[in-house]
């Protein structure tokens, strides 16, 4: 204030103004409310100005915005909640049928597998999972065993399927891709509710499955708990299967618990911790098999997670994340052949695996134009499993990662990052990536993109030494080695390069379209060898042996309309695959005859010819639900997936195509105490004829699911 | 021999009088004696002290003695006007002797509730109030401007009244929008009626009531919408800080732009403008928000421009 003005004004300032500092231009964002005068000021009827005055923390920090489809450097399907509750899909793993060109298989009822593009086995390993950043394929296979994870699929919020590598930003082991799952913040829910099923799946004792939920919310702290069980008989296979026998044990049952709470101290920081454990019974074992007569598998699973993110302010997120999971499965039996004299042998496929890891990251808005993502993680992992592995294995990894998002123009933005690894084999490898967006118009954008993946060996490929010695007729401690590593392994590379177009449209219509071209090296495969004094002929190493490649086209059409009534989700992929024999893959530890000699060269060539068919030429699914009232609504899901071959051992999968059906109705008020909501799904309802990976024989399902809020 | 205690009294104001005399004699020594304005501030700092800062800024030059006081304190008007600014300084005022008063920073539910406590000022033509709320027509035009692919508005209400959501109704109709409102209650917890009403609209419209929207319950409310793919229009910065993609509101500074205009009439005229909504408005957006949401994100200044002209506000 200057002086000539003084005069005119009288401020009288009381002691108490006097107190206080000067007077200063507050922003109106830092209003003068505290935080806390919050709803204890609001309890009676004195109307006050703080509604408009308060300030209030940042709770969409950087890090909580996810990247909208037409921003992402990848291509990304999104399945909601919504989405998996209207699809009626029991377990996690069939949700993944709604991802373009993703294949989920079963080698039994307990034992899905998914894979995007295909598959080469049963034991997936060539995608990235996480569990709200928590990652989920285990050694010694690398693989996710879904039906242990404690999770149920009541607890998903949204499934973020990364369709291509992304190690920049989701870490190693994703040369095919990622599934992000993020589940229900702990805020979710304020109340409870209890949930059964029955259903016929299997035939025999059926399905059934329950499920409690319960969730409270406060000013500072929330909290979430979930308790599942879920059995059923698993599926039936034909007699003409050489699995035949596996549908006379292919029950399974599982626990399950979890809890997530999120406290906040203040408006800067939040801290989220979960925790859960999952304990199952896997029945298995043929009656033929000698060594793997009818038995149970128990497998054990837990897990804790602390997730600290300071939101300081709009532009700055820091987060530590710290994660511990423990998984073991016990599959102890005698084999059925008993000598006279010595008796039966007792044989133990047991397997632990312990993984920790420590990440740190950093999300920064820079000015209007950058937002950079950087961290660096830490991930200490041991397994033992006596027959299986040479010895207990345990590694450290650590990786450094950086992504920038720049946006060049309006119109142009620029994704770049890289990540840098040390596999704890001995390796470092860096996986870079840049993609570039161009929105030609807010309703159009075209995505370019080059990306390097790797994916470190997984222990069963680099040291195996599974074998059993037992007392067998052909005579006493009888060697069967199956797999045997030669180890040396190099992590598999892959370079892809995709093209892709977004179109977001006002009247409720998205497109998302695609093509690749992918190229994998040193894929790591089954080199199968003749082991000296073994009764198992081949056995199996593992090596790098195939070049591979797979070009595809893909799309999603999205449309909502009718207020929200309505919801159409169409995929299609086209794809295809090849692979060439790199070098020279066969040790032979002894002399062999010629014509064993050629029936195992004939049976790596085939594996290489035969590579193409691991994925289905054509696939498409769609899911169709719509509102009919407050109370009723209904969906159709139809998934259809081409002739497939997916790899050893197993015979080839036709054409399957299933219908769906699922209608609901709601009861009382919605997700009060004394609702709920009874709905009956019918899969396959057409009862075609779907084989799956391992020869099982889907047919027509029916559930019913009734919940109770309490 | 003492001063005379006229000479004494005269030589301590002399600095005052002096300056008075140089300020006021280029204006000329016939200008009538300057209106009397008491400002009483609810509380010391934030945005009543962005206010009496601004408003004495706009008085600068004018003939207009401003006295800035606390609500604590015992108000003496005499026969100027009162500037009540927020609630507490609004009801403290309100019960005094005070003839003109000007009630700011206050919502219009609380000046209705003055009003109705103080029936005897309804009818004075020198009671007078500038809302903090917006015309209901300022945000129904925003979120058709933002928004223009999105036709369901949501709104979550406690305390409003049919009238209001009536009013709210046909303006967004007006526009194409329609409105799924949903009482909260003992029947209908917040985080019932707020999926509810996310399930069946497509962005959600925040109005001021505090049984929803405070600092215990917006952290959830701006989950849950996100997760939901909902934008929120909120109505205070704070919002769009938080997480909302956009808010109209007003600033204290411009509230103090118009009180200054209410002064000057009151000085010429003796009354003061019916009470009204604010007439100057910003627009803060939150961008990243609205990319995340995959949204085509306009800038503030654009969507002020747009909504001024079409409303024919002032900037």
């Known amino acids: 204030m200057s002086v000539e003005n003084m005069p005119r004004f009288r401020l009288r300032m009381r002691r108490k103004f006097a107190r206080s500092v000067r007077p200063q231009r507050f922003s109106w964002l830092i209003a003068s409310a505290s935080f806390s005068v919050c709803a204890v000021c609001y309890a009676g009827d004195d109307v006050s100005e703080q509604s408009f005055l308060q300030d209030f923390p940042v709770v969409l920090s950087a890090s909580r915005l996810s990247q909208p489809i037409s921003e992402t450097p990848n291509a990304v399907t999104v399945i909601d909640r919504a989405a998996i509750k209207t699809s009626g899909f029991r377990n996690i793993a069939d949700v993944f049928k709604l991802v373009p060109g993703m294949y989920v298989g079963y080698k039994d009822g307990y034992s899905p597998f998914v894979s995007y593009r295909g598959g080469m086995d049963e034991y997936t390993r060539r995608m990235q999972v996480l569990v709200d950043g928590r990652s989920v394929y285990l050694p010694p296979y690398n693989t996710v065993d879904w039906e242990d994870l404690p999770l149920h699929i009541n607890d998903i919020e949204r499934i973020e399927v990364v369709r291509g590598p992304a190690a920049t930003s989701y870490g190693s082991n994703s040369i095919l891709g990622v599934i992000n799952i993020t589940t229900r913040d702990a805020s979710a829910l304020n109340g409870a509710s209890i949930s059964a099923t029955r259903g016929n799946a299997g035939g025999g004792n059926g399905a059934s499955d329950a499920v409690i939920h319960y969730g409270r919310c406060g000013e500072r702290l929330d909290y979430r708990l979930t308790f599942g069980a879920k059995s059923d008989d698993g599926f039936k296979f034909p007699a003409s299967s050489p699995n035949y026998y596996n549908g006379y044990n292919d029950s399974s049952r599982t626990y399950i618990a979890n809890l997530r709470g999120n406290y906040r101290p203040n408006g800067a920081d939040s801290f989220d911790l979960q925790l859960g454990f999952s304990d199952g019974v896997r029945a298995t074992g043929d009656p033929r098999n000698t060594n793997s007569p009818p038995h149970d598998i128990k497998n054990k ?46 044989l133990a496929d047991n397997v632990a695996a312990l993984r920790q890891e420590l990440e740190f990251q950093h999300t920064a808005q820079i000015g209007q134009v950058n937002r950079l993502v950087w961290g660096v993680a830490v991930r200490q992992e041991s397994a033992d499993a006596p027959t299986l592995l040479k010895a207990p294995q345990s590694l450290r990894q650590s990786r450094l990662f950086a992504n920038d998002e720049w946006r060049i123009s309006p119109k142009l933005l620029l994704n770049a990052g890289a990540m840098l690894e040390h596999n704890g084999m001995g390796r470092k490898d860096l996986s870079p990536k840049v993609a570039l967006n161009y929105h030609a118009t807010a309703e159009h954008t075209f995505r370019a993109g080059v990306s390097v993946a790797h994916r470190n060996p997984a222990w069963v490929e680099e040291s195996s030494n599974s074998r059993y010695v037992t007392n067998t007729t052909a005579g006493p401690n009888t060697l069967y080695q199956y797999l045997y590593s030669s180890g040396g392994l190099r992590p598999e590379r892959a370079l892809s390069r995709e093209v892709g177009y977004l179109g977001n449209f006002h009247s409720g219509l998205s497109v998302d379209l695609r093509a690749y071209n992918d190229q994998v090296s040193d894929v790591i495969f089954f080199d199968p060898f003749v082991y000296a004094g073994s009764l198992k002929v081949p056995t199996y190493d593992f090596r790098n042996e195939f070049s591979a490649r797979y070009t595809g086209l893909e799309g999603t059409v999205k449309y909502i309309w009718g207020a929200k009534k309505n919801n159409l989700i169409f995929n299609y992929a086209h794809q295809s695959s090849s692979a060439v024999l790199v070098g020279t893959p066969i040790i032979f530890t002894q002399p062999l005859p010629l014509a064993v000699q050629n029936a195992v060269l004939a049976q790596i060539q085939n594996a290489a010819t035969g590579f193409g068919a691991s994925v289905p030429m054509n696939s498409f699914s769609l899911l169709y639900s719509r509102q009919m009232s407050d109370a009723c609504s209904a969906s159709v899901g139809y998934y259809q997936q081409g002739a497939v071959h997916v790899y050893v051992g197993q015979s080839p999968q036709p054409l399957n195509r299933r219908l769906d059906l699922r209608v609901a109705r709601r009861f009382g008020a919605t997700e009060k105490v004394g609702g709920g909501e009874v709905s009956l799904v019918v899969q396959n309802a057409l009862q075609d004829n779907n084989v799956g990976y391992s020869g099982y024989l889907f047919d027509r399902r029916a559930y019913l699911t009734a919940t109770f809020n309490f | 021999m003492g001063e005379p205690v006229w000479w004494s009294a005269m030589r301590k104001q002399a600095g005052r009088i002096l300056v008075l005399l140089c300020l006021y004699l280029p204006l000329g020594c016939i200008q009538a004696a300057p209106l009397a304005v008491t400002v009483v501030l609810s509380e010391h700092g934030g945005p009543y002290q962005e206010f009496s800062d601004a408003l004495r800024e706009k008085l600068i030059k004018k003939n207009i003695y401003l006295d800035i006081v606390d609500e604590a304190d015992e108000v003496n008007p005499g026969q100027g006007m009162v500037v009540a600014v ?20 206050v919502p219009e539910t609380g000046h209705e509730k003055l009003l109705r406590d103080h029936p005897q000022r309804a009818a004075s033509k020198a009671y007078s109030a500038i809302f903090l709320d917006q015309p209901t027509e300022r945000q129904v035009r925003l979120i058709a401007a933002m928004l223009p692919g999105k036709r369901q508005v949501g709104v979550l209400f406690d305390s409003f009244s049919p009238d209001e959501l009536a009013e709210l109704k046909q303006r967004m109709a007006m526009h194409g929008l329609s409105l799924h409102e949903h009482k909260i209650g003992a029947d209908f917890p917040l985080h019932i009626a707020l999926q509810h009403i996310l399930d069946n609209s497509e962005v959600l419209l925040a109005l001021p009531d505090a049984a929803i929207y405070n600092s215990s319950t917006i952290r959830n409310i701006l989950l849950a919408s996100y997760r939901s793919g909902d934008p929120v229009i909120g109505f205070s910065p704070a919002y769009v800080k938080a997480g909302a993609l956009a808010a109209v509101f007003t600033t204290p500074a411009q509230i103090a732009e118009q009180t200054a205009r209410f002064i000057q009439q009151y000085g010429e005229t003796r009354t003061l403008p019916s009470a009204q909504h604010p007439q100057l408005f910003e627009i803060a957006v939150n961008e990243q928000v609205g990319r995340s949401l995959g949204l085509a994100v306009r800038s503030a200044e654009e969507l002020v421009q747009e909504i001024s002209a079409i409303a024919g506000d002032a900037r």
């Open chain 1, 301 to 346: 699973s837990n897990f804790f997670q602390l997730n600290w993110l300071r939101a300081p302010d709009r532009n700055n997120d820091y987060r530590i994340h710290y994660y511990r999971i423990y998984r073991n499965s016990t599959d102890e039996r005698y084999n059925a052949v008993i000598l006279p004299v010595v008796g039966s042998t007792l």
């Open chain 2, 86 to 105: 927020g609630m507490k300084a609004a009801a403290a005022v309100a019960g005094s002797g005070a003839r003109a008063i000007l009630n700011v920073l």
